[in-house]
């Protein structure tokens, strides 16, 4: 499954199996998210065999069951910290679902459990990712549309209207999709793309940001522009 097949392929799933995680999988994971916290600045750790995060009244209120293995999201406390998170970790989301694993972005509905994850001088969890084999692959949800997020028309590359679709199955907030894409132009021979988030009273507007421009980059070829 390719990154972009997998944006098509993956939704959010809240229930899974009693079923452990591949030695071989967990490899590639973790090989992964090495490579993902020196791009990003981040302590991303992954969590195994551990329910009690995901036991208590918080998972209940947000139906999950069954979750044993999570990524913790974590770095220093930054002004884009959130983004970087959204970034980062959606790429190991990616990565996930092309290893059929299913996952969840989740911001509030867990318990921290002390002695599983360890925190530096200065840095904070930003968020948690649910991670295993679904009861289901879960089901898409209403997107915007392509108008309603961006400035693509018939005289803007076919890149970046490729770039907003991939956008708009990126996971957010209830599903808020408070961001938008613009195509400024071509300055010193390179096209430019501004990526802008909007305003919620949930929040994670930030991290969404993060994740749609992680998605926007799989759809138009991070090649093919800048982000201005």
């Not at 009693?18 to 973790?30: A, F, K, R, T, Y």
């Not at 990524?71 to 092309?98: C, F, P």
Request: glycine share 10%; with cysteine.
């Amino acid at each position: 499954m390719s990154l972009k097949e997998a944006i098509e392929a993956r939704h959010s799933v809240r229930a899974y199996k009693e079923q452990p995680l591949s030695e071989g999988i967990v490899n590639v994971l973790q090989d992964r998210i090495a490579e993902l916290n020196r791009e990003g600045q981040l302590h991303i750790q992954l969590i195994l065999n551990e329910p009690k995060a995901f036991l208590g009244t918080l998972a209940k209120y947000g139906r999950f069951r069954g979750v044993n293995n999570y990524i913790v999201m974590a770095g220093r406390k930054t002004e884009d910290l959130d983004e970087r998170v959204g970034y980062y970790g959606e790429h190991l989301v990616l990565l996930a679902q092309t290893l059929g694993l299913n996952t969840c972005w989740v911001g509030l509905s867990y318990s921290k459990v002390p002695g599983t994850y360890v925190l530096d001088e200065g840095e904070k969890i930003a968020c948690y990712i649910a991670v295993g084999y679904g009861e289901t692959q879960g089901v898409a949800h209403k997107i915007k549309t392509i108008e309603q997020v961006s400035n693509a028309t018939d005289k803007t590359p076919l890149w970046f209207k490729s770039g907003v679709e991939a956008a708009l199955l990126a996971p957010t907030a209830v599903n808020q999709q408070k961001f938008s894409f613009k195509y400024v132009g071509i300055n010193d021979g390179r096209h430019q793309v501004l990526a802008k988030r909007g305003f919620s009273m949930i929040g994670y507007t930030q991290m969404d940001l993060g994740i749609a421009k992680c998605h926007f980059e799989i759809g138009a070829g991070k090649e093919n522009f800048e982000w201005l």
